[in-house]
């Protein structure tokens, strides 16, 4: 089992930077992935950005250069740095870990942009 708490998120105006944090605990050495997904009002749950335990990265095409995902040296907190925020990028943030064919999520924050 895997818990996953993440913290950030909030209100800022389009152009501006937010940071998210999401710390794993319980069976952390089985977590091959993880990453941050979102779902926006009316929409489907997506993929934002996902780090390997090798280290590689992988980002939807529509926050490529402006997020960065990035990992602590025990890689148990998972960051997100979003920059040049817009407001299509308002959504329920969720932390996500893979653990073999099992997913785990947080509680997901909420990330609102305004225009």
């Known amino acids: 089992q895997v818990q996953l708490v993440e913290s950030g998120g909030g209100l800022v105006q389009a152009g501006g930077s937010l940071g998210l944090s999401c710390a794993a605990s319980?069976?952390?050495?089985?977590?091959?992935?993880m990453g941050w997904y979102r779902q926006g009002p009316g929409k489907q749950r997506e993929l934002v950005a996902e780090i390997t335990n090798g280290g590689d990265t992988n980002y939807v095409d529509s926050v490529k250069g402006r997020f960065t995902i990035s990992r602590d040296n025990a890689k148990t907190t998972v960051y997100l740095q979003m920059n040049s925020l817009k407001p299509e990028d308002t959504a329920v943030y969720y932390c996500?870990?893979?653990?073999?064919?099992?997913?785990?999520w947080g509680q997901g924050t909420q990330v609102t942009v305004s225009s």
């Open positions: 319980g069976s952390i050495s089985s977590i091959k992935v």
């Open positions: 996500n870990a893979k653990v073999r064919i099992s997913n785990y």
